[in-house]
């Protein structure tokens, strides 16, 4: 049987001659159903661009990707994205937000259907009193919940979320880590985390795999991550293992980012530091 | 009393609340200071422009006056020159030079405008009531009931502007929405048209009004429609609808990049993806370009009534100043700022609109 999610080579750049990046290289990955996985890397590596591409927002210059054996070409609504930048609309309030997505999955709920499938989602990232906001009014974490529980109530089977806790201060992250475990575990989606941060990659997956610093990134060595679940944090921070995981984990990307100086200064190449300018992309009067 | 600071500030009256808190006795010494800046230096300074006008209107008077003397003198002699200026000095309205009013005599011309406004309008109703009976025998034969047809007073001028303003303004938005829309959906047809626009848009209102005649001359040929009301409205349409236009446009070409995303990992049809997602995102730029398409249409509106002898404040000021009266130039005078505030009215109005059409601030 096919693998849930399979990246055969997958390669991606931006731009074209002089100003060409070369961000992702052959990228190769397999998620079984079911799974949950954390990728972690460097800042500007290109975990957005890898998101995307599953998202199927952007297309590989070269390889391919398959969900359940068919090539994804464009999104689709077997795919969730919670975005780095949570992406909600701020003309419509929480309810409408959810309401858009639900509608387009599901046309054919009536009225009273779709307001319960949307509270239903709202409530299990614990928002219901927020159901009437607008997003202007509300905190980054409640944001980044509405944003999940978006992409949950369009019941993709895949949940692709992007750095959804690193705009947040410790205190909430950790409480929204735990959340979105449980999630998790109740809705039985297979779930791909992308984070910077170490610990929260080996709190919640059952893997976590390195993304080496751009350019041409790709995935490194992979990590088992073997603590049982439901997992507990304050546990988990005492097990000896854990610190071992951490260790290695952080000890890999030490090298690969060391690797990485070092080539640069061997081929005395100057840092590739254009501007990037992307394009359609004015701020209106926020 | 925090509902009516609120109110107040939403309708751009903001400056009023220190002068509120104020009154109550709240934070006396930043409040003082707040009205201070805010309250008395505005007024102060209109003070300080009234007497500068008046400085200015007494040095043009004098040297008006000096020279009306002189020119007497040299046509009939010494002694009409004696009589001139006394004539000028008993303040006798006659003999008046003509020079800039001073904010005395532009107070008078106000006054005796709305005077006038009152003789007309009474003379209106007592028409009315008179042409009751018979119009309503009209109106049962069938035929067109008999109107006044006298002169309009200034206030009528006012209504009439407003009205022509609202419709050109309408015209604009009509067309410029929409074209906007779709020019900025299509980058296509952007480019391709791009050109045609920067060269209308710099386009003088007189132009346009030459074109909009011409065309309208011959449309509305056999019609008993009001011509000249038709043409100033689509004038000032044409002339005013290109900031619309052009922001509407950019708004829509230029949504961020992040809505665009949820839109298609949403899979948005066309018909939700502009209306959910591309429109609201540009509806600040919408407005802005709203906003100044109802000034732009304001100001060619004067100019256009002017030149179009359409009825509305423009003839107005043109027929007073062909007029020559002694309070003619006083009559302009309060017509310019009478145009000024409602200018400022209408911006004011457009902002109240834009804010609550805006999503961040709700
Ligand atoms: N639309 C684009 N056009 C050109 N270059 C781009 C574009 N998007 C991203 N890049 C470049 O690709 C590289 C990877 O970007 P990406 O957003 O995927 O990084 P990231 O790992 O998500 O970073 P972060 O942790 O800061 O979110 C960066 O060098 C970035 O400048
Ligand atoms: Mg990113």
Known sequence: MAAFLELRNVSKSYGSGDTMVDVLKNVNLTIEEGEFIAIVGFTGSGKTTLISLIAGLIEPDEGEILLKGKKVNGPGPDRGVVFQNYSLLPWLSVRGNVELAVKQVFPKLNKTELAAHVEKFVGMVNLTPALQKNPTQLSGGMRQRVSVARALAMDPEILLLDEPLSALDALTRGSLQIEIERIWRESKKTIMLITNDVDEGILLADRVIPLTPGPNATLGTEFKIGFERPRNKIAINADPNFKKERNAILAYLDEVGEHRGASKEEEFVLPDIQPIVKPNRFVINR | ?362
């Open chain 2, 1 to 362: 009393m925090e509902r009516v600071i609120k109110a107040l500030k939403w309708i751009g009256l903001g400056f009023f609340e220190p002068l509120i808190m104020l009154i109550q006795g709240k934070e006396v010494e930043k409040n003082i200071r707040l009205v201070f800046r805010q309250i008395i230096v505005p007024v102060l300074s209109v003070f300080i422009f009234l007497g500068a006008c008046n400085i200015g209107a007494d040095y043009l008077f004098k040297v008006e006056r000096d020279r009306k003397i002189e020119k007497t003198r040299t046509v009939q002699g010494d002694a009409a020159a004696k009589q001139m200026q006394e004539c000028i000095d008993s303040g006798d309205e006659s003999c008046k030079p003509n020079s800039l009013p001073s904010p005395a005599d532009v107070k008078k011309g106000a006054i005796s405008l709305w005077e006038d406004h009152k003789s007309i309008s009474a003379k209106k109703s007592a028409f009315k009531e008179k042409t009751a009976a018979i119009n309503k025998k009209r109106k049962e034969a069938g035929q067109k009931a008999i109107v006044y047809t006298g002169r309009p007073s200034f206030v009528d001028q006012i209504y009439t502007s407003l009205k022509t303003v609202f419709a050109g303004f309408l015209l604009a938005a009509l067309l410029a929405i929409p074209a906007g829309i779709v020019l900025g959906l299509s980058e296509t047809l952007r480019t391709s048209i791009n050109w045609i626009i920067q060269i209308l848009k710099p386009v003088s209102p007189v132009v346009w009004l030459l074109l909009v005649s011409m065309v309208v001359k011959t449309v509305l040929a056999n019609s008993d429609s009001d011509k000249s009301f038709v043409i100033s409205f689509i004038s000032v349409g044409l002339c005013s609808m290109w900031a619309t236009l052009v922001n509407t446009a950019m708004g829509v070409s230029s949504v961020d990049q992040d809505y665009l995303n949820v839109s298609k990992v949403l899979r948005l049809g066309v018909f939700s993806n502009v209306f959910k997602v591309i429109l609201p995102a540009s509806i600040p730029m919408i407005f802005t370009g709203l906003r100044i398409t109802l000034s732009v249409s304001w100001m060619v509106l004067i100019a256009i009534e002017l030149l179009a002898q359409s009825p509305g404040l423009g003839s107005f000021v043109w027929e007073e100043f062909q007029n020559g009266a002694n309070d003619s130039n006083a009559k302009i005078i309060v017509a310019m700022f009478v145009i000024g505030i409602i200018g400022f009215m209408l911006d004011r109005i457009m902002m109240f609109i834009q804010k609550l059409a805006s999503f961040d601030s709700k």
